[in-house]
């Protein structure tokens, strides 16, 4: 009941503002490190994760907002970002083709894309994007992919961003 109150308090501040505000905060403690045919695979409890294939395969965190039913999104406002490093070195595990279940053969093994893993430059080179925007069961849904670990590959370290204040 508890829930389903907050629930209701929530939908209703959003029709009552009409604009959202919300922060990321992940911990050194939320992503587990295993060790794949040479690579580092990184978790978290979403287990959700970019899909470029044969780019880095790093978490990503995806959250819907219902928002006003005639709302209009103008995009995503960062107001402040704080980075942690991750102690040790990381080769990332290549994003692969998906594998379907129907007793067909493994796709190939997808090597790491050298456009990406050359570069000196974080990835993913962006913080936050809208990747849904539109409406489902008479409710206006927007759904936002959070890159709250992002990846330097020429000096292969992980650092972690904390979130704060988007909107």
């Known amino acids: 009941m508890k829930k389903i109150l907050l629930f209701a308090i929530a939908l209703i501040s959003l029709h009552a503002f009409a604009q ?78 998906p594998r379907v279940l129907d007793g067909s053969p493994t796709p190939p093994f997808i090597e790491p894309n050298p456009e990406v893993y050359n570069l000196n430059t974080p990835y993913p080179n962006k913080t936050a994007e809208i990747i849904n925007d539109g409406y489902a069961h008479g409710y206006h849904v927007v759904t936002v992919a959070i890159y709250s670990v992002v990846y330097y590959h020429a000096d292969r370290e992980i650092y972690l961003r904390d979130i704060e204040n988007f909107s």
Request: hydrophobic letters at 30%; glycine letters at 6%; zero cysteines.
């Open 20 to 97: 959202i505000s919300d922060s990321n905060v992940i911990t050194p403690n939320d992503i587990t490190v295993y060790r794949k045919g040479g690579y580092d695979l990184l978790l978290t409890a979403d287990n959700t994760f970019t899909d470029e294939i044969g780019n880095p395969q790093l978490p990503v965190k995806i959250v819907s907002y219902v928002l006003p039913y005639n709302s209009t999104v103008t995009g995503i406002t960062i107001n402040s970002i704080t980075q942690q490093k991750l102690d040790s070195n990381y080769y990332i595990f290549p994003v692969q083709q």
